[in-house]
């Protein structure tokens, strides 16, 4: 099965359906089941460059919120969930506005720079247990058991 690896906590907002788009430079024309791979990456990378504000809004979304160790809810080097990949979006000028005015969350939680893609992801599932392994850069094959 297809997999692609993402920092936390955007990885968690993924799996959980909080997050419908995954931004990236590059654009794929690959359509289906999709794991999502945590990276090893410190969690405070992610959190710093979302900003204040967009962090509070993630906390919420995950129900991590007011906990006292947050970071023990986003777990790193494993796959955390799967999604179904429908689309990929070139990111124009009207794109991102429409995005920024309709979708302020969900414009936080990504990039949406105009020549970006935004990959749009449905039927989100979290798994119960993460399936700890290194992932990959790009779009990567996983044929271990779920």
Not at 15 to 30: D, H, I, M, P
Not at 92 to 116: A, I, K, L, N, V
Request: with cysteine.
């Amino acid at each position: 099965m297809k997999a692609i690896t993402v920092i936390q906590p955007w990885a968690s907002l993924l799996a959980e359906g909080a997050k419908l788009y995954e931004t990236r430079s590059w654009k794929t024309n690959y359509r289906g089941e999709i794991l999502i791979h945590a990276g090893k990456k410190d969690p405070l990378f992610g959190i710093v460059a979302m900003g204040d504000e967009a962090w509070i809004d993630a906390c919420i979304a995950l129900g991590i919120y007011g906990t006292v160790n947050r970071f023990e809810y986003l777990p790193t080097g494993a796959i955390i969930g799967k999604a179904r990949l429908v689309n990929c979006i070139e990111i124009t000028p009207g794109f991102s506005e429409r995005m920024r005015r309709d979708f302020p969350t969900e414009y936080s939680f990504g990039d949406f720079t105009p020549g970006r893609y935004a990959w749009a992801m449905k039927d989100a599932e979290a798994f119960d247990e993460p399936i700890w392994l290194s992932g990959k850069q790009g779009l990567w094959n996983y044929d271990g058991p779920l």
